[in-house]
């Protein structure tokens, strides 16, 4: 079985930034902070022009925050540092001056469809499905909800994060706003990837930054806003119901 890791590979002034877990690409603790880190050192590194956020494997595009960690949080602390990963990760994301493009090749789950939504740029292949599974055991997409609902409204927001057991197709995702393209297979997928970072790269670098500055306006509160949502779920993750509803997935 594969080690999880956070990697980057930078090529014509592409920076892609690739993160894997063998549980369906869940991310611990130390991944998110790894990723936030790569992230942030991305946007500081004059090589790259525009960064390509990506996971490894073919199936699943991130399953969200480790499990293995969730149900063994025992303290509300702990628990605002655990929903804190998420959190960090998309603030790097919406700081980070240089587009970031997401390659979606597949299922997006809670946290990765927070991902998925602070990136600049979305494609995805049609299997990239999407669902907020959150309140399923007693939470909600608090921390990721900020950047859900930026790109899907609140109305598209709303209805996968009540929905909670259920997937959404790609295609509803394009239509919501979250992905721009829906592509049949994994190598049309990276083929489109490639040809509008590479179209990306030929364009002024200030432009590119004062206009990420410009989409990204209204969201100077985040550092706060997620830290807070992060201790509402730290808070609700302790509670009778979700203790009791842990056990069953225990």
Same mark, same amino acid.
């Given at each position: ?17 690739? &993160?894997?877990?063998? +549980? ?38 991130? /399953? ?21 990963? &998420? !959190? ?29 939504? !602070?990136?600049?740029?979305?494609? !995805?292949?049609?299997? +990239? !499905? ?11 997409? &608090? ?30 995702? @394009? ?16 083929? /489109? ?21 410009? &989409?990204? @306006? ?21 509670? +009778? ?8 997935? @225990?």
């Amino acid at each position: 079985m594969m080690e999880p890791y956070v990697k980057q590979h930078i090529a014509n002034g592409i920076g892609y930034l690739e &993160f894997f877990h063998p +549980a369906h690409n869940s991310l611990p603790g130390d991944i998110l902070a790894q990723l936030a880190q790569t992230i942030t050192a991305a946007g500081n590194n004059a090589e790259i022009k525009v960064v390509v956020l990506k996971s490894g494997g073919d199936r699943t595009f991130c /399953a969200g925050a480790s499990f293995e960690e969730l149900v063994n949080i025992n303290d509300a602390e702990t628990g605002k540092v655990f929903f804190s990963g &998420f !959190a960090n990760v998309i603030n790097a994301m919406r700081k980070c001056p240089k587009f970031i493009i997401g390659r979606i090749q597949g299922k997006t789950v809670g946290g990765g469809v927070g991902l998925a939504s !602070a990136t600049d740029y979305c494609m !995805a292949t049609k299997f +990239a !499905a999407i669902k907020l599974s959150e309140l399923n055991v007693g939470i909600g997409p &608090f921390v990721v909800g900020p950047a859900v609902e930026r790109k899907l409204g609140l109305s598209g927001m709303s209805q996968i994060a009540m929905d909670a057991n259920n997937f959404y197709p790609a295609e509803w995702a @394009k239509e919501k706003g979250l992905f721009t393209e829906v592509y049949a297979d994994m190598e049309t997928l990276d083929e /489109a990837v490639e040809v509008f970072a590479q179209r990306l790269c030929t364009y002024n670098p200030e432009a590119m930054k004062e206009m990420k500055q410009m &989409f990204w @306006k209204g969201t100077e509160d985040w550092d706060n806003l997620l830290a807070e949502r992060a201790a509402i779920s730290g808070r609700l993750v302790l509670s +009778a119901f979700t203790k009791e509803t842990l056990k069953k997935f @225990k």
